[in-house]
């Protein structure tokens, strides 16, 4: 059924695969060639936590990088969260870093939840 909805130069390509998984694949090869990976991780790294009204709009936008990043590099689901925790912290706004330092908050888990309740003690 998905053959019959894709261009000729995609079937071609993807002719030769039965399962649907491996037509997947290899159109999301095709979106996400090797350079695209530079690009994206480009994203990841210019993700500032400042940019972000909720610290939780800043870990969905972490996140879908990552999603993106995995679909290109089939990462681990602790590969994924390691990167995620490591982009989270690193990326927070220098003031902030401070502040949880002065905390001793030292896990992304830990920062986030503080976060979140300093949020909702203004907005609430």
Do not use: G, W
């Amino acid at each position: 059924m998905i053959k019959t909805l894709i261009t000729k130069n995609v079937l071609e390509i993807t002719k030769s695969h039965k399962k649907i998984e491996q037509i997947l694949d290899d159109l999301v090869k095709m979106k996400y060639d090797d350079s695209y990976i530079h690009v994206i991780n480009s994203q990841l790294q210019n993700i500032k936590q400042r940019n972000f009204y909720l610290i939780t709009h800043y870990q969905f936008a972490i996140k879908k990088i990552l999603h993106e990043i995995n679909l290109i590099k089939k990462l681990t689901s602790n590969e994924i969260k390691d990167q995620s925790d490591q982009i989270f912290i690193q990326n927070l706004d220098p003031r902030l870093q401070l502040e949880t330092s002065r905390l001793q908050l030292h896990t992304a888990n830990e920062t986030s939840t503080f976060i979140i309740q300093q949020e909702n003690l203004i907005l609430y």
